[in-house]
């Protein structure tokens, strides 16, 4: 039961054991000793939770709270002779918060729960068999010919109709009912009413909501409108509301909709739970009407109708069925052609799902249908065009985890901003795929680019492992050598493959400087910047190795030796070097 009132709990359940009443919810578990003649047979909540009977195997009554199930709200009422061969009730429903409905079999007996206690016999003269349903303010009452509805009396309808009564509300019908008849007696009871006239039309407009008869609530609604011409600044909102919602309930109420509801059963179910409940019983027609009528927009109503014609008409054919579906839907701009056409391809109408995408403007619901029906080229083709590279992204990953590695790469390539997506994120995420996409479209300089930017993205040192072992494998050494490889593929790349080899060399031999002077600052440095570094730190045989191992101009080793020992204020070398070689030095 929904716990509501019951310390803030959103649900509970309610469990018997012998004596014991147990309630449990997502938090709790509570378990209360009865303290009753026997052990529990019956158990009825009320709908708002706040009140509970229960059933004893002797066949005694005990009115208790939910808050409080220890405590009797009423005194203790007895069904049959006290022994426990007594049969316990089928049902026990709540009808009130006053009144207690017991049935067992074709048998009916109504309790007050209230001091008096008195009890009135529903059984059907007839013996037939009847079930009760219970309702957040009634009982229905159902059997295989009848159905009908038990509720208390509204408070607005006693004040109205009981015998002697002079409320606003009975006064103002009475003055209705004189005034049709020409009774002078109409204008005593406007006198009478005097300043509560708005309390008199609030009345008959409540009573008419809530009563089943159609010609009492014509009246009822006619006095509350003779009221309206007595009453300075009338506001007609509520009339117009309760008219609007008796036409509503008397339309689900005729025998051909059978849906007999209460006012309170349609404000708690709401109007919109009522369209979408007439929508699912396929009645489309009155939804809708209903819907527009309430100002509440049909297209959802539609949307149902259209997904519903589409499971019932299997056998027209796919464009017949598009055509009159775009003609009924066509006025409903939100509305989803998508899912309407993912109801299609689930009934084997794949035909028609294919059609009905073409309508549908929001590429976000239309590309995972497409996806699913197979069609990766046409939703990356819709992904392209819609400007959105997520879409782009989800259609390129879904091909991927398909495992369809040539498709992948041919809808890849088939985009060049697909391409460019796809080339994105494998540099981010996957490299090995990107070389294989490379190799497949046939990009010879791609690939030694690549790898060129996978060297100087790596560490200039190799890795060493736990066991103190150099891995060269993705290393900037190792790297490079690919890309130079790859350059060399192709004899107008000459320039690109000596360019690598040279910096294949000159990392390694960098690496060596380092070993040997046990100084780790030469690492990722260009030439120039090894050389100055070599005769800034005095190693100057590495310094003449680095010249003569790459080839460096003489000119440019004599302004780089003289600018590093300049900088280190070390000018006796640069005399003693200008003496050994003084024409090149100048």
């Not at 007050?112 to 009760?132: I, K, P, R, W, Y």
């Not at 009407?289 to 109708?305: D, K, M, N």
């Not at 993912?342 to 073409?358: K, N, P, S, T």
Request: with cysteine; net charge negative; hydrophobic share 40%.
């Amino acid at each position: 039961f929904a716990a509501d009132e019951f310390d803030g709990r959103p649900w509970a359940v309610a469990l018997v054991a012998g004596t014991t009443l147990i309630i449990v919810d997502e938090l709790h578990c509570d378990a209360y000793d009865m303290n009753i003649d026997s052990t529990i047979e019956k158990v009825g909540i009320l709908p708002n939770s706040s009140r509970l009977a229960i059933v004893s195997k002797k066949g005694t009554v005990y009115f208790r709270t939910v808050d409080d199930p220890m405590r009797d709200l009423l005194d203790p009422y007895p069904l049959g002779d006290g022994s426990e061969s007594s049969p316990a009730p089928n049902q026990v429903l709540w009808c009130s918060d006053d009144a207690l409905l017991l049935r067992w079999g074709t048998t009916i007996i109504m309790v007050a729960a209230d001091d008096s206690q008195d009890v009135l016999d529903f059984t059907e003269d007839d013996g037939e068999a009847v079930v009760l349903v219970q309702e957040t303010d009634s009982i229905r009452f159902i059997s295989n010919l009848r159905h009908e509805i038990l509720h208390p009396v509204d408070d607005s309808t006693s004040r109205i109709f009981g015998v002697g009564s002079t409320s606003p509300g009975a006064l103002l019908y009475d003055a209705l009912e004189d005034f049709e008849q020409r009774n002078v007696r109409s204008e005593g009871h406007l006198r009478n009413i005097g300043g509560r006239m708005q309390e008199a039309i609030s009345d008959c407009i409540f009573a008419a909501v809530n009563d089943l008869n159609v010609r009492r609530q014509q009246r009822l609604l006619r006095a509350a409108s003779y009221g309206h011409a007595f009453l300075a600044d009338a506001s007609v909102k509520s009339f117009r509301e309760a008219a609007l919602t008796l036409r509503v309930l008397g339309a689900v109420r005729h025998y051909d909709i059978a849906m007999p509801i209460t006012y309170a059963q349609y404000r708690k179910l709401t109007p919109s739970g009522l369209i979408e409940r007439l929508a699912f019983s396929h009645h489309h027609l009155l939804a809708v009407r209903i819907a527009t009528s309430l100002g509440l927009g049909s297209e959802h109503v539609l949307q149902l109708w259209a997904r519903a014609k589409v499971t019932r008409s299997q056998g027209l054919p796919a464009e017949t069925l598009r055509s009159t579906l775009v003609e009924r839907l066509q006025h409903c701009p939100g509305l989803s052609y998508a899912d309407i056409a993912e109801d299609a391809y689930h009934h084997g109408q794949q035909e028609l799902a294919v059609l009905l995408l073409e309508h549908e403007v929001r590429a976000a619901k239309k590309i995972p249908l497409l996806l699913t029906m197979g069609r990766d080229a046409e939703a990356l083709d819709r992904a392209v065009e819609s400007g959105d590279t997520d879409l782009v992204y989800v259609v390129l990953l879904h091909v991927k985890d398909k495992g369809d590695i040539r498709l992948l790469f041919e809808l890849a390539e088939s985009h060049p901003t697909a391409m460019q997506l796809f080339v994105q994120y494998c540099r981010a995420a996957e490299p090995d795929l990107l070389r294989a996409f490379y190799d497949a479209t046939h990009q010879a300089d791609a690939p030694a680019l690549l790898h060129l930017e996978e060297a100087f993205m790596a560490p200039p040192r190799p890795a060493v492992n736990s066991a103190g072992t150099t891995i060269r494998e993705g290393s900037r050494s190792h790297l490079l050598k690919l890309s130079a490889a790859r350059w060399g593929q192709n004899k107008d790349n000459v320039f690109q493959a000596k360019a690598c080899e040279e910096a294949v060399a000159l990392n390694d031999r960098l690496q060596e400087i380092e070993e040997k002077t046990g100084q780790p600052i030469f690492a990722d440095s260009s030439l120039a910047d090894a050389i100055r570094t070599c005769i800034i730190t005095g190693n100057h045989k590495h310094a003449q190795k680095l010249r003569s191992d790459f080839k460096m101009a003489d000119k440019q080793f004599y302004w780089l030796k003289i600018r590093a020992l300049a900088s280190t204020g070390d000018w006796s070398a640069v005399e003693a070097f200008s003496k050994v070689s003084f024409h090149n030095a100048l």
